[in-house]
């Protein structure tokens, strides 16, 4: 899901326009004749200027990230989530000793805390100045209203990422759904392609899941689906694509470093999704298993995927035929 401790944007971005955000630190600086206006991102990672006052859209975003126990102004308002005026650094105590104040002489800063829409720190919107100053209320009125116009446009990412992560993920198990399998699965090729490393898709399916369903109905099989899809999230790397292509058929797309693990990784699955079902009271069931992996030319996913389906329906063949022996 949407992450907010990241770095919000990777150049001019895409869904809402930076340039609006510098011409608002450029008014704010003009109305309050500062000489320099900051947009700040704070993440656990540190603090990162978005925005300079008066730099244009050629540095966004140029600018390097201090660690997060730099003694900063900033710093302080994004720990108590208020706003901080100081008009006179240097003959207060508090704020003497700070680097932006010896170092670049900084005598009066303005900050205030900007938001996520559920209400986490995004970052600081902040002002400074070299000579003392004397800001009034309806000063940080102003620069308030302005805040807001910032915060709209965070809400507007976070609902868009909101709206894409659903439209990818399948709404009951809540990992990646075909479209979105596919997509990222041919970018893991294509990557693997330039990059000469081994891909292997795992085709996965429930054994006996339709005479679950009819026997102990439709509940009792969506928790089994549910199950299946948290056990490939645990035991599979965070790197590793996982996703539903419907009903109980489920796909994993990894990279790989040595083939012969594979037999390891699909015993695993089916091990641990025989514990995960005893522990939820689910009845046991077994899965049919079969993979494949890229060639040393360029293929499609598709053709990646079919190849993990024909071998996986050999083996639910066998273990059919198995059964059937018993």
Not at 257 to 267: F, L, P, T, V
Request: aromatic share 10%; proline share 3%; hydrophobic share 35%.
């Amino acid at each position: 899901m949407f992450e907010i401790d990241q770095w919000a944007f990777s150049g001019v971005d895409g869904q809402i326009s930076l340039h609006k955000w510098q011409k608002t630190i450029d008014l704010i600086t003009g109305l309050f004749s500062a000489p320099s206006g900051y947009i700040v991102q704070v993440t656990s990672k540190g603090y990162r200027v978005v925005i300079k006052s008066n730099e244009g859209n050629s540095n966004f975003e140029t600018n390097p990230i201090l660690p997060p126990q730099t003694p900063l102004f900033c710093r302080h308002v994004a720990e108590t989530n208020n706003t901080l005026y100081v008009n006179d650094a240097s003959k207060n105590d508090l704020w003497n000793t700070l680097p932006e104040v010896i170092d670049e002489g900084i005598e009066s800063y303005s900050g205030l805390p900007i938001h996520w829409p559920e209400g986490e720190m995004f970052g600081t919107l902040c002002l400074k100045d070299t000579k003392k100053t004397s800001y009034t209320n309806e000063y940080f009125e102003l620069i308030e209203q302005l805040r807001d116009l910032i915060e709209d446009d965070l809400a507007l990412v976070y609902s868009y990422e909101q709206m894409r992560e659903i439209a990818m993920l399948d709404s009951l198990t809540n990992i990646y759904n075909r479209r979105a399998l596919s997509l990222l699965a041919q970018q893991k090729l294509n990557l693997a392609q330039r990059l000469g490393f081994d891909v292997c898709c795992m085709f996965i399916d429930i054994n006996d899941f339709k005479k679950l369903n009819d026997t102990c109905g439709h509940e009792v099989g969506d928790k089994a689906l549910i199950i299946l899809a948290d056990t490939l999230k645990i035991h599979l790397r965070n790197a590793d694509i996982v996703g539903r292509l419907g009903g109980d058929e489920f796909v994993t797309v990894m990279q790989v470093s040595d083939k012969s693990k594979i037999n390891y990784i699909m015993d695993k699955i089916s091990s641990e999704y025989s514990k995960a079902l005893l522990k939820e009271n689910v009845c046991d069931l077994s899965l049919s298993i079969g993979y494949s992996f890229t060639d040393k030319q360029k293929q499609p996913f598709e053709a990646l995927l079919n190849d993990a389906d024909h071998a996986m329906y050999k083996n639910k063949q066998a273990y059919k035929l198995a059964k059937k022996a018993q």
